[in-house]
T-cell receptor, first 117, second 112 residues
Framework: NAGVTQTPKFQVLKTGQSMTLQCAQD?????MYWYRQDPGMGLRLIYY???????DKGEVPNGYNVSRLNKREFSLRLESAAPSQTSVYFC????????????????FGPGTRLTVT | DAKTTQPPSMDCAEGRAANLPCNHS???????VYWYRQIHSQGPQYIIH???NNETNEMASLIITEDRKSSTLILPHATLRDTAVYYC?????????????FGAGTILRVKS
């Protein structure tokens, strides 16, 4: 049981290049999330998928696209990378996006460290 | 979601209790208080959550004041491995779903 896995761990891009960050979970969770974390700051939500077949914008969606490929996988795409997208990207999953106060914690992956030059 | 205020940093001696405060004076009646922590370079980890009552699990205790305007996370016997950034988050799961809004958190340094 690996939990949440992310690939790659590190990536360097030139301005204007594109890439896709991959995320997979093996906990049979319905909901998945993409966050970014800039130095010295808390995480900010980019996009989320409450259930397979749905995606919604979070706090900072500009410059990103997502695909919920199936229940296990949720990818984040940068179409034209910019230096402002240099950050650490975390994927997370939870049992359900909507609950009535249960534990429903989010499980986070190890992160992808992206540098755009 | 209600905003939270946490001290930027705290120190704690190894083996002693670490008490991390959080102010959420604008919290509404149906908002839960969640605590996560982030050990250096890793993804955040859930610790505990609560609504009105005090809560305890294998990792920590959560004390919520009667007026719910503040809470304290207690690590009863801090170890060096508890050095991390601790985030206090309040949210309404039914209205906003499971979106977490992270502030800057409190850097807890446990010293031997």
């Amino acid at each position: 049981n690996a939990g949440v896995t992310q690939t790659p761990k590190f990536q360097v891009l030139k301005t204007g290049q594109s890439m896709t960050l991959q995320c997979a979970q093996d906990m049979n969770h319905n909901s998945m999330y993409w966050y970014r974390q800039d130095p010295g700051m808390g995480l900010r939500l980019i996009y989320y998928s409450a259930s397979e077949g749905t995606t919604d914008k979070g706090e900072v969606p500009n410059g990103y696209n997502v695909s919920r490929l199936n229940k296990r996988e949720f990818s984040l795409r940068l179409e034209s990378a910019a230096p402002s997208q240099t950050s650490v990207y975390f994927c997370a999953s939870s049992e359900s996006h909507y609950n009535l106060g249960g534990r429903n914690e989010q499980y986070f992956g190890p992160g992808t460290r992206l540098t755009v030059t | 979601d209600a905003k939270t205020t946490q001290p930027p940093s705290m120190d704690c001696a190894e083996g002693r209790a670490a008490n991390l405060p959080c102010n959420h004076s604008t919290i509404s009646g149906n908002e839960y208080v969640y605590w996560y922590r982030q050990i250096h370079s890793q993804g955040p980890q859930y610790i505990i959550h609560g609504l009105k009552n005090n809560e305890t699990n294998e990792m920590a205790s959560l004390i919520i004041t009667e007026d719910r305007k503040s809470s304290t996370l207690i690590l009863p016997h801090a170890t060096l491995r508890d050095t991390a950034v601790y985030y206090c988050i309040v949210r309404v799961p039914k209205q906003y779903g499971n979106k977490l809004v992270f502030g800057a958190g409190t850097i807890l340094r446990v010293k031997s």
